[in-house]
């Protein structure tokens, strides 16, 4: 590194616009410029090899994991433009190809057991992301010895590589729910009896996640009544989602939070919780659906499949559902049709495809909560008759 050292630094002259090169004066090293140093020739080509392929698979895996057509877009132009400022480095094409020396790398050998190992496509996308900045930053640098101004548009492009790299990555953080059967979503107002012996009879039943939905209530007693669920509730395995309120889900240790269309973005949520909340998203059609996949949503709530008495909406229906289960990316994604759902109707959903389904009233309202509850875990886990 020392002896590398000494002859980056004598390419360097009094007059920073020239670079001084064996056996020539200053030039852009392009086709009829002066020859560059083989050593840093073979810096920048190494690094628009890395910083290339590193683009490419950002945007494959933008492209067919998340079926985010815009997002590879942006990717994609990244990857264009950096040909374009490869190109005003001063170094030409002819000189990168001459100077690379794939046999002689001494660092070609060098792995680490973690270069061997992915364990999901968010750890590939990770090391794709890391390895182009680093790529962007050495060319940077380099493109300081060889041309003036052009290290500008590496670091143009590296601050747009972390973008890209943010969007990517939260994208692919999103699924991480399990496929609950049925979710309760508990609201006093309708409860039958105390609500929070709604939500242990809902438990007994066999619902897989409670949801706390109360819009009105003080935030002191919103966090007493979160906190008192997960007492309940995590014993069992049983998830807790908080409506609308990821501060409240964090200060009582709750499993997630769910948003609507109108509340907080989930992207603003993840800067508050990053991954230590599920965020669950509303969707109402298939472009909200490709909305919350590409914002990394854990879950979508999907619906409304029915009329209901909690929330005026239109009805998407059952072909919203089909819609969203039958694509090759949202399908992969855990789902609560929900809206208007009760033993009276579940099964029609059941045969649509739905593994998941979230309810109210239905269990809310009724004498025996924990025997409604019972009967759609067992009609949704039946499937299809």
Same mark, same amino acid.
């Given at each position: 590194?020392?002896?590398?050292?000494?002859?980056?630094?004598?390419?360097?002259?009094?007059?920073?616009?020239?670079?001084?090169?064996?056996?020539?004066?200053?030039?852009?090293?392009?086709?009829?410029?002066?020859? *560059?140093?083989?050593?840093? =020739?073979? #810096?920048?080509?190494?690094? !628009?090899? /890395?910083?290339? %392929?590193? &683009? $490419?698979?950002?945007?494959?895996?933008?492209?067919?994991?998340?079926?985010?057509?815009?997002?590879?877009?942006?990717?994609?132009?990244?990857?264009?433009?950096?040909?374009?400022?490869?190109?005003?480095?001063?170094?030409?094409?002819?000189?990168?190809?001459?100077?690379?020396?794939?046999?002689?790398?001494?660092?070609?050998?060098?792995?680490?057991?973690?270069?061997?190992?992915?364990?999901?496509?968010?750890?590939?996308?990770?090391?794709?992301?890391?390895?182009?900045?680093?790529?962007?930053? *050495?060319?940077?640098?380099? =493109?300081? #010895?060889?041309?003036?101004? !052009?290290? /500008?548009?590496? %670091?143009? &492009? $590296?601050?747009?590589?972390?973008?890209?790299?943010?969007?990517?990555?939260?994208?692919?953080?999103?699924?991480?729910?399990?496929?609950?059967?049925?979710?309760?979503?508990?609201?006093?107002?309708?409860?039958?009896?105390?609500?929070?012996?709604?939500?242990?009879?809902?438990?007994?039943?066999?619902?897989?996640?409670?949801?706390?939905?109360?819009?009105?209530?003080?935030?002191?007693?919103?966090?007493?009544?979160?906190?008192?669920?997960?007492?309940?509730?995590?014993?069992?395995?049983?998830? *807790?989602?908080?409506?609308?309120?990821?501060?409240?889900?964090?200060? !009582?240790?709750?499993?997630?939070?769910? &948003?609507?269309?109108?509340?907080?973005?989930?992207?603003?949520?993840?800067?508050?919780?990053?991954?230590?909340?599920?965020?669950?998203?509303?969707?109402?059609?298939?472009?909200?659906?490709?909305?919350?996949?590409?914002?990394?949503?854990?879950?979508?709530?999907?619906?409304?499949?029915?009329?209901?008495?909690?929330?005026?909406?239109?009805?998407?229906?059952?072909?919203?559902?089909?819609?969203?289960?039958?694509?090759?990316?949202?399908?992969?994604?855990?789902?609560?049709?929900?809206?208007?759902?009760?033993?009276?109707?579940?099964?029609?959903?059941?045969?649509?495809? !739905?593994?998941?389904?979230?309810?109210?009233?239905?269990?809310?309202?009724?004498?025996?909560?924990?025997?409604?509850?019972?009967?759609?875990?067992?009609?949704?886990?039946?499937?299809?008759?």
């Amino acid at each position: 590194m020392k002896r590398l050292g000494r002859r980056m630094l004598g390419l360097m002259t009094s007059d920073p616009k020239n670079v001084v090169v064996p056996g020539g004066s200053g030039g852009s090293g392009g086709a009829g410029g002066s020859a *560059v140093d083989p050593a840093v =020739a073979r #810096l920048i080509d190494a690094n !628009a090899n /890395r910083a290339r %392929e590193g &683009l $490419r698979v950002m945007e494959d895996l933008a492209r067919f994991v998340l079926g985010a057509g815009s997002m590879a877009g942006e990717i994609k132009q990244l990857r264009h433009d950096l040909r374009t400022v490869v190109a005003t480095i001063g170094v030409g094409a002819e000189a990168l190809l001459a100077a690379r020396d794939t046999v002689g790398d001494v660092g070609a050998a060098n792995k680490t057991v973690a270069e061997g190992e992915r364990g999901a496509a968010s750890e590939v996308a990770a090391a794709a992301c890391k390895r182009v900045g680093e790529a962007l930053r *050495v060319l940077e640098e380099c =493109a300081k #010895l060889t041309s003036e101004g !052009a290290w /500008r548009g590496f %670091e143009r &492009l $590296r601050y747009g590589a972390y973008g890209a790299e943010q969007k990517l990555m939260l994208a692919l953080m999103g699924g991480r729910a399990s496929q609950w059967a049925v979710c309760v979503l508990i609201t006093e107002a309708l409860c039958s009896r105390p609500w929070l012996d709604v939500a242990r009879a809902a438990v007994t039943g066999g619902a897989e996640a409670i949801q706390l939905r109360e819009k009105g209530l003080p935030d002191h007693e919103l966090l007493v009544r979160a906190r008192a669920l997960v007492a309940v509730c995590r014993p069992a395995g049983v998830a *807790v989602i908080v409506n609308d309120r990821p501060d409240i889900a964090l200060l !009582a240790g709750a499993d997630g939070v769910h &948003l609507g269309q109108e509340d907080l973005a989930l992207a603003e949520v993840r800067k508050l919780a990053g991954g230590r909340l599920l965020v669950g998203l509303s969707t109402h059609n298939e472009a909200e659906a490709q909305a919350a996949i590409e914002a990394g949503a854990d879950y979508c709530g999907v619906g409304a499949m029915f009329a209901t008495t909690t929330k005026v909406r239109d009805v998407s229906g059952a072909g919203y559902l089909r819609s969203y289960l039958s694509h090759e990316v949202w399908g992969r994604t855990p789902h609560l049709a929900i809206g208007g759902i009760g033993p009276e109707n579940v099964q029609k959903l059941v045969n649509a495809g !739905a593994r998941g389904i979230a309810v109210s009233g239905c269990v809310c309202r009724a004498a025996d909560p924990q025997s409604v509850t019972a009967e759609l875990v067992m009609a949704v886990k039946r499937g299809p008759v």
